[in-house]
Structures are given as C-alpha cells and as structure tokens.
T-cell receptor, first 113, second 107 residues
Framework: DTEVTQTPKHLVMGMTNKKSLKCEQH?????MYWYKQKAKKPPELMFV???????INESVPSRFSPECPNSSLLNLHLHALQPEDSALYLC????????????FGSGTQLSVL | AQRVTQPEKLLSVFKGAPVELKCNYS??????LFWYVQYSRQRLQLLLR??SRESIKGFTADLNKGETSFHLKKPFAQEEDSAMYYC?????????FGPGTRLSVLP
C-alpha cells in the first residue's frame, strides 16, 4: 500500500461546529504533515509530526488542533473555524525527514459557512 | 528566510517544443530541491528530486548553486505534460513550495 488516504473528501461545516479530518498511511513512514492549500496557491505547511511527536507548528491558530494517535494515523481537529479557513487540506507522509520524498493524500476540501 | 520563487505563473508551449520551468531559491545551507507536479484532479506527486536524480517522464533539472536555480527542463513537450508544477525546498523537516507554474502544452 503506497497511498496516503484522507477522509472525508469534502466537508461543509458551520463556524460553531467541531469536526475532524483524518489521514492514514501504511507505508511505515514516521513523519506526517498537514498542509493548507487555497485555490491557485501552493500548499502551506501547518504541522509536522515526527515519530508521533509534534515537531513543527507553523504558527497555526489554536482552532486547528493536530493529533497523531499512532505512527499510521494523523488527525486534524477543527473547532470554531472562520470562513477564510475554507481550503483544501492536504496530508503527506515521508519515511523519516522532509528530505525524503513526500507522499500526498488527495485532500479534504473544506468549506466553512 | 528560506524562499522559493517561480517567476512564471503560466507557460504555454506547443507539443514537441522544449520546455523550461524556472525556479530560484534562497537558502544559506546546502539545498535539497524537488519538483512536484499536480495533474488535473490528481494528487500532488514527486516529479524529480535533486538528491537522488530520481525523475519521471523525461524531465531533468540541474542545480546551479552560483545562480541559486533549479530549472526544470524537457526537450520535447507532450500534451499530457499539461499540469501545475511546484518547485520545493526541504530543510530540516520544513518543506516549502514555490508559487507554482501552470504548464499548458498546445496541440
């Protein structure tokens, strides 16, 4: 299995909702990433987990809360989001460090109403 | 600060013509550079990385440290090369993407 799987593919939520995005990989990768991609823009790094520990948080607002329950799973918990948070959220993984090849999921298209 | 620039938002070429997508970077250490591609309705995928010279679909890129460039080249463009191309720089566990260039290969 050489894929990164993200669920759901699409999500619509209100500003008072709580939701979670999920990401899974079974390639034995020990680094996992969350990126945010707005339309016609490049992906922007949000969080990096290395060996299940948060190693990078790119000054992301606290309404985004990452979680890495085990080496195969990565979650992004969402609470009290704003309409400007609407974007494609991409998960990626790599064997160890970012210098390794990144494998990307197909993303969750999030709309905040 | 570490940055990646791609000066062209859109590049159009005819099928069979050579292609060069430009990428410049700013980084004080030894750069680890990549090209990623996103075809329509597909996920981002690695096209080429400098460290291993891994490449697909006939693309090549040469690192020029003097000019801090990592331009992507292909001698003969194909229609299926039409896609969004991102140059990227990895340092530590950061992975920074350039703004991207949309390549359109015309028949």
């Amino acid at each position: 299995d050489t894929e990164v799987t993200q669920t759901p593919k699409h999500l619509v939520m209100g500003m008072t909702n709580k939701k979670s995005l999920k990401c899974e990989q079974h390639m034995g990768h020990r680094a996992m990433y969350w990126y945010k991609q707005k339309a016609k823009k490049p992906p922007e790094l949000m969080f990096v987990y290395s060996y299940e520990k948060l190693s990078i948080n790119e000054s992301v607002p606290s309404r985004f809360s990452p979680e890495c329950p085990n080496s195969s799973l990565l979650n992004l918990h969402l609470h009290a989001l704003q309409p400007e948070d609407s974007a494609l959220y991409l998960c990626a993984s790599s064997f160890d460090r970012a210098v390794e090849k990144l494998f990307f999921g197909s993303g969750t298209q999030l709309s905040v109403l | 600060a570490q940055r990646v620039t791609q000066p062209e938002k859109l590049l159009s070429v005819f099928k069979g013509a050579p292609v060069e997508l430009k990428c410049n970077y700013s980084y004080s250490g030894s750069p680890e550079l990549f090209w990623y591609v996103q075809y329509s309705r597909q996920r981002l995928q690695l096209l080429l990385r400098h460290i291993s010279r891994e490449s697909i679909k006939g693309f090549t890129a040469d690192l020029n440290k003097g000019e801090t460039s990592f331009h992507l080249k292909k001698p003969f463009a194909q229609e299926e090369d039409s896609a969004m191309y991102y140059c990227a720089l990895a340092y530590g566990q950061n992975f920074v993407f350039g703004p991207g260039t949309r390549l359109s290969v015309l028949p």
